[in-house]
């Protein structure tokens, strides 16, 4: 659905608040989080204090050659640690288009830095291409098990017909130089985003599908022993068996399931970004309200709605819910991200009501993701 540049119930509260932490990352949750979000291959951070501050902490590889990072989709962080993954394709496909495993430096946005720890490269499903490398080849999704296990999403084909998008569990150490991992799944009807819940399930976006929940136990290893004993068509490691559920299918106003991130009580936002919509929803699949839609008679067109297209999402210990919008709209070619009319959002909640988005930052090419980080 989306074009890539060469690309349950309610928690109480100690649980609502442990999943907002997991899904910040390591620090003070008093602390303002820093706000993590790529766009045109850079990787930006942004303050979310009030100080509108915002630096380019990862340049792209065109921008500083032999330093930058070509970063794309959703950033995921570490619970109880600095590190933070991200899909990262500098050089496909030679190197072959990947994750990357980063540290951020310092606490303050306009003098942070970064180091990368370690690249993780899988295998792709479908046909490789004249360079060697499927055409599906496109990471996107990322979230950590609470043990330190990753876990990552690649789109796969866009286009009707069976999907071949993946679900794949790493083991650390995701330093090491040839990390090991076993795939779940590998027939994922364009996958998108992932998001571990407070219990350590598993819920992944996909845009021709809706969103599904996987559960454990998951595999331990790379192996048989450790419930890894088949392999996929690539010949890599693949799951004996999964439990997987489609716990929300694509509906009417929620056709096309980009974003998933749990909400401070327990159900879950979902984003589409076809339809301008955030819709929050039970874990059993019901639409209890949308936090944001385009306002009453904007259609989709030539413009992007007012109020954005938005594909990657995450929420902070606070409550406030952000977006990547990507700017979706009708293209001289086919529908598609407009050049330079991407912005990253957030809507704050009083209340328990959503209140109108407010732009951080606009004009950016192909914004598809965010994460949070608290300094």
Known sequence: MVERRTTRFRIPGLLSALLTLANAGCGDPSAAPILLGPEGNRLHAYATDGSLAKQVLISSYDDAPGQGRDINGQICVQPGTRRFVSGEDTGQPSPPPGFGVFELLGDEVGSVGWRQIGKLNPTFQGEPGPEGV?????????????????????????????????????????????????????????????????????????????????????????????????????????????????????????????????????????????????????????????????????????????????????IDPHGTLYYADIAIGVRPNGIGPLPNRGSVRRIRFIDGEPQPPETLASGLAFPDGVGIILP
């Open 134 to 314: 499927s055409d599906t080849a496109d990471p996107y999704g990322c979230g950590f098990l609470p043990d330190g296990r990753l876990l990552t999403t690649d789109i796969g084909n866009t286009a009707s017909g069976p999907g071949n998008g993946q679900l794949i569990l790493w083991f650390p150490p995701l330093d090491a130089t040839e990390p090991r991992f076993c795939k779940l799944d590998v027939e994922i009807a364009t996958a998108q985003s992932l998001h571990v819940d407070a219990e350590g399930a598993v819920w992944v976006a996909a845009s021709r599908s809706g969103v599904w929940r996987y559960d454990g136990p998951f595999p331990t290893g790379d192996d048989a022993a450790h419930g890894c004993g088949r392999r996929d068509a690539t010949g890599a490691p693949l799951a004996d068996q999964i439990k997987k559920t489609l716990a929300v299918p694509s509906q009417s106003g929620l056709a096309a399931p980009a974003g998933v991130i749990s909400s401070a009580v327990g159900t879950l936002f979902v984003s589409s970004v076809i339809d301008g919509v955030i819709a929050e929803v039970s874990t059993d699949g019901r639409l209890l309200r949308r936090v944001l839609q385009p306002p009453a008679g904007e259609s989709f067109g030539a413009e992007p709605y007012s109020t954005g297209t938005p594909l990657g999402i995450t």
